[in-house]
Nanobody, 120 residues
Framework: VQLQASGGGLVQAGGSLRLSCEAS????????TSWFRQAPGKEREFVAA???????TSYADSVKGRFTIARDRAKTVYLQMNSLKPEDTAVYYC???????????????WGQGTQVTVSS
């Protein structure tokens, strides 16, 4: 499976963006999916994850209450980002793994990143 992330862009603080992650080659069938981000000069960090069923989600403390991860059928996972802050500026990556533990730590599959820039 290959992952394709999209939806990044430039937004003012307080604004919203929705990122999408699509699977190609096969579906997300059986895979949990996550989003990570990497800001300039910083390490990549976990943002959010959702199980294959969509029934369980997990969020980093820094985005709880502002970001929502959800999946639509078997091929697309979304990250709705509201109340964006300048510190949310980063390259956002989607990832997938059959393991709920690994998908939040060291996923096996990665997509390319999409840039999110939040201006103050």
């Amino acid at each position: 499976v290959q992952l394709q992330a999209s939806g990044g862009g430039l937004v003012q603080a307080g604004g919203s963006l929705r990122l999408s992650c699509e699977a190609s080659g096969r579906t997300f069938n059986g895979y949990a999916t996550s989003w990570f981000r990497q800001a300039p000069g910083k390490e990549r960090e976990f943002v959010a994850a959702v199980t294959w069923s969509g029934g369980t989600t997990s969020y980093a403390d820094s985005v709880k209450g502002r970001f929502t991860i959800a999946r639509d059928r078997a091929k697309t996972v979304y990250l709705q980002m509201n109340s964006l802050k300048p510190e949310d500026t980063a390259v956002y990556y989607c990832a997938a793994d059959p393991s709920w533990v690994r998908v939040r730590l060291t996923p096996n599959l990665w997509g390319q990143g999409t840039q999110v820039t939040v201006s103050s």
